[in-house]
């Protein structure tokens, strides 16, 4: 922890931040991050981010009062958690005590040892040029290799009115490459992998392993005919297909949605709503995954939670405000940006475990469809619960084979509606290697998805050729 | 105020220039900002703060490196420029690399009107009135309305201060102003949101509340009863703000950045006409109180008016220095910290009403909303989730939702035959409402 705070100051500030409320926490956060990029053969920049600073949250009800400082004396902090503390303004209440017991470290989920000093630069500049070389030895078409590495340390210190005091240490690391290929057409890949680890994950999963897949993408994209348009089956391959839980379900399962009855899934928990084929956990707890968490953004240790279990709806995913105002416990689902910003429910790593049948037999039993192998993203709208999720490689499929590469197309479907026509799930589970980051109010967050094979019995597909 | 932030930009290139860098630029921020949000008769959120950061960008050895800090204790810039230079010299040399060579005149700040008193004026008990007089106005506006997403306020006072190891030394505030609100309607079983706001430079030149609690209200009531529209091929209106982020796509094409990868559906196409005669786009950095307006850019580099298509012939990338020198050009004055970004980047308006442009539509497509990300730029394949009405006979028939629409974006320029008067500056990147002649829609 930065030497400018100590217990005493966090009791300081929860004591005046609490005034009339109901509760009131801090966090405190010192991130450093460090990037290199390569284009052209060659590294192009760096760049070193230190974000330092401590957010204070005062809550009443369902009332929230907050601010922020990145000048950690005393005195701007104490006026910070007067400033939230306004949202309970009583002029009655006066500052009052709130003791803390000596910090305790979370247990990590982590992978790997954190190095007392910085990473050298070369390190980095080794790890890009390894996949610079490897892109370009893959094929001559390629025309353009962009490759990044991010290393990261964030250390929080979380101490809240009901005695809570906890730090973590959390690392994160991320390689991605981008290649453009000019063949037939011009053609894009994009592959990124890391995690909660040190940068020491990439001696198993090479740069080089991360560079030809992206090269690969990009060479299979230049021969990419229109995507067709219209309701088909589509086959969700193994891994990045988790974004489609992520946006059918996930994010219609956050605390805040359900607490003020704006999504689709509000007060439905015991109801059916997806076949009986579908489970879906998210969990904080996993090793080295880039969503997962020792403790959450308010303290809250990371946990295994079900949320869906054989097509019926198991459990929202909560922080502590929404927690308590429904009368239940936080699932460890509470994160943030940065100091900057309110936390939040939101996912850490969602998936769904494997199912009984193989992928060869799942898409055997297409007659005329898609095969999404990747996704770039999604988004979903949690009210009515229409998502989107974007295709960034995928195949025609046709007699119950993967024929023609198509462009890059977004499906569109409602989150229950899609889930119920879950028809066939594969025993080929896992989560996706890519470099996931979630957005919501503003707000980006790492995340991890994973699912096995799955078979939607129909989809609207949207490209641009009419049947 | 805008002299001490301009000398802890100086002392920052001070700092870099003393641990070896052979030239320094650094931008200090400071972020006065306030934020509320109410749901039904409460204010459920109240932030107010002040965020300060530096971002230095340090030059040795022909390469370059960057620091962004919110760590600003003087002792600690010594040791943060001294890494940010030994990371700079770790970066290969690079004849494109380095400060711009020279700096014209900038515009004065006062002119762009980029500053309102009426924001730091206004009380903060008028603007939590103000959330909680929309959150009633939706709920009044019609009876399936008893929930929302919540109705929010944020104003900010921003100053900026950059300085750099040339002599350029330059700073000024801004403000900024948004208010949206995001009823859900009850239709049946079934739960119909919509989102609207609107953003400025100064109170005064803000919406009425009344206003946008009545279009965002009538949006979300104008769902109820949404049915998926048949695939087939047909002509599709943008509203405003959909064809802003239309444009937004369009703009991410123009980066010399992305056009320096190949990451671009432009690559080599420059002079050629690929728009219709309808389009004329702008990047404009000296519009009065647009909100991407700035005297300079993130370098230092004076902003100005670039017309970057031209009745459908393309002019000219968007540029930094960097990506100008390595294409062979002047920077547009778009620099933008790392990157490239737009200044009030636009499509020129037509003369017709979004009304008129809608009569004189047979059958089509009206977006209100796109859901989705992925613009593959590389070729402009476009495809996007969307929710709107159908056109039938020059009129809105019903509204329409769970369907996507798809093209690729040099088609969708050259096929742009309407674009409506009603654009205005709520964005750095906006659009009128405009007409393409025919997209794919993908529904049953």
Redesign the interface.
């Given at each position: 922890m930065d030497e400018r705070i100590d217990g005493a100051l966090f009791s300081r500030i929860l004591g005046a931040a609490l005034g009339a409320g109901d509760y009131a926490d801090a966090f405190y956060e010192r991130r450093v991050s460090r990037s290199f990029r390569f284009q052209d053969g060659k590294v192009h920049d760096a760049g070193v981010t230190v974000i330092t600073g401590i957010g204070i949250r005062a809550i009443s009800g369902e009332q929230a009062g907050y601010a922020h400082s990145d000048d950690l004396s005393p005195q701007a902090l104490v006026r910070a958690a007067g400033v939230a503390a306004l949202i309970a303004r009583d002029p009655t209440a006066r500052v009052r005590t709130v003791a803390l017991p000596a910090p305790s470290a979370a247990q990590s989920v982590y992978e790997g040892t954190i190095a007392a000093e910085p990473t050298e630069a070369a390190r980095f500049v080794d790890l890009l040029a390894r996949a610079d070389v490897a892109a370009r030895a893959f094929d001559p078409r390629l025309n353009s290799v962009n490759a990044f590495v991010l290393e990261e340390i964030q250390e929080v210190a979380i101490a809240t009115s009901d005695g809570r005091f906890v730090t973590d240490r959390r690392p994160l690391v991320a390689l991605g490459v981008q290649c453009v290929a000019i063949g037939a057409t011009r053609g894009q890949g994009y592959t990124g992998d890391g995690g909660r680890t040190t940068l020491a994950y990439f001696d198993s999963r090479t740069p080089e392993s991360i560079a030809r897949e992206a090269a690969r993408v990009a060479i299979v994209n230049t021969e990419a005919i229109e995507a067709p348009a219209g309701d088909m089956p589509v086959v969700v391959g193994p891994g990045s297909g988790g974004v489609l839980l992520h946006e059918a379900v996930g994010h219609g399962l956050e605390g805040d949605f359900n607490r003020q009855g704006t999504s689709l899934y509000s007060g439905r928990i015991g109801e059916r709503v997806a076949s009986d084929l579908v489970t879906i956990y998210d969990d904080g707890n996993l090793v080295g995954e880039r969503g997962s968490l020792a403790v959450d953004d308010e303290g809250t240790p990371g946990q295994h939670k079900v949320l869906v279990e054989r097509g019926v709806l198991r459990g929202y995913m909560h922080d502590h405000m929404n927690a308590r105002l429904m009368g239940t416990p936080s699932t460890g689902s509470g994160r943030r940006q940065s100091f900057r910003v309110m936390p939040q429910p939101r996912m850490c790593n969602t998936y769904m475990p494997g199912g009984e049948s193989t992928h060869d037999e799942i898409v055997a039993s297409v007659q005329r469809g898609v095969y999404a192998t990747s996704f770039a993203g999604g988004q979903v709208e949690i009210s009515k619960g229409d998502f989107v999720f974007m295709l960034a490689e995928g195949y025609l499929i046709e007699d119950g084979m993967l024929t023609r590469p198509i462009r890059g197309a977004t499906l569109i479907g409602n989150g229950p509606d899609v889930m119920t026509r879950v028809v066939a799930v594969g025993n080929d589970s896992r989560l996706a290697s890519g470099s996931y980051t979630c957005g919501k109010g503003g707000q980006y967050v790492p995340v991890g998805v994973g699912m096995p094979t799955v078979k939607i019995e129909r989809v609207t597909v949207g490209g641009s050729a009419v049947a | 105020m805008l002299e001490d932030a301009l000398q802890r930009s100086e002392r920052a290139v001070e700092a870099a220039l003393r641990a070896g860098a052979s030239d320094a630029e650094a931008t200090h921020a400071i972020v006065e900002r306030f934020s509320t949000e109410a749901?039904d008769q409460?204010?459920?959120?109240?932030?107010?703060?002040?965020?300060?950061?530096l971002s230095v960008r340090v030059f040795a050895n022909g390469?370059?490196?960057?620091?962004?800090?919110?760590?600003?204790a003087p002792e600690r810039l010594d040791e943060?420029a001294a890494?940010?230079v030994?990371?700079?010299?770790?970066?290969?040399a690079?004849p494109f690399s380095g400060l711009p060579d020279a700096f014209a005149p900038t515009a004065d700040s006062n002119a762009l009107a980029l500053y309102a008193d009426d924001v730091p004026a206004r009380p903060a008990k008028e603007k939590l009135a103000a959330v909680l007089e929309l959150e009633h106005l939706i709920r009044k506006h019609d009876p399936r309305i008893q929930?929302?997403?919540g109705s929010r306020l944020v104003d900010a006072i921003t100053t900026t201060a950059l300085a750099n190891s040339r002599g350029f030394r330059g700073a000024y505030r801004s403000t900024s102003v948004s208010v949206g609100t995001n009823p859900?309607a009850l239709d049946g079983e079934?739960?119909?949101?919509a989102a609207y706001g609107f953003a400025a430079r100064s109170w005064a030149a803000m919406d009425s509340v009344e206003e946008i609690a009545r279009i965002a209200a009538e949006r979300a009531v104008g769902?109820c009863g949404a049915r998926?529209p048949p695939?087939?091929?047909l002509p599709v209106i943008f509203e405003r703000d959909v064809a802003g982020s239309v444009l937004a796509d369009v703009f991410s094409s123009l980066s010399a950045a992305n056009v320096a990868?190949?990451?671009s559906?432009l690559v080599d196409r420059i002079g050629a006409e690929i728009g219709s005669e309808l389009v004329t786009i702008l990047d404009d950095g000296l519009r009065p109180a647009g909100l991407g307006s700035s005297p300079f850019d993130a370098e230092g580099v004076a902003t100005r008016v670039t017309t970057v298509f031209e009745r459908g012939v393309l002019k000219t990338f968007l540029y930094d220095t960097y990506y100008g020198r390595k294409l062979g050009a002047a920077s547009t004055g778009n620099g933008a910290g790392?990157g490239i970004g737009p200044n009030n980047f636009y499509l020129a308006p037509g003369t017709l009403s979004l009304e008129a442009l809608i009569a004189q539509t047979e059958r089509g497509i009206f977006v209100l909303d796109t859901?989705?990300?992925?613009?593959?730029?590389?070729?402009g394949?476009y495809?996007?989730?969307a929710?709107g009405f159908y056109i039938e006979n020059g009129a809105l028939a019903y509204p329409i939702?769970?369907?996507?629409?798809?093209?690729?974006l040099a088609a969708m320029l050259g096929a742009i035959d309407g674009v409506a008067s009603d654009l205005r500056f709520d964005g750095a990147i906006v659009a009128p409402s405009f007409r393409i002649a025919e997209?794919?829609?993908?529904?049953?």
């Open positions: - | 749901r409460t204010i459920v959120k109240l932030e107010q703060s002040i965020g300060r950061s390469g370059q490196a960057t620091l962004t800090t919110t760590d600003l943060l890494e940010a030994a990371a700079a010299r770790s970066v290969a690079d929930n929302s997403g859900i079934e739960k119909r949101n769902m998926k695939t087939e091929r990868i190949g990451n559906f790392g859901i989705g990300f992925a613009t593959e730029h590389v070729t394949t495809s996007r989730g929710r939702e769970e369907f996507t629409i798809a093209s690729d997209m794919t829609v993908s529904g049953n």
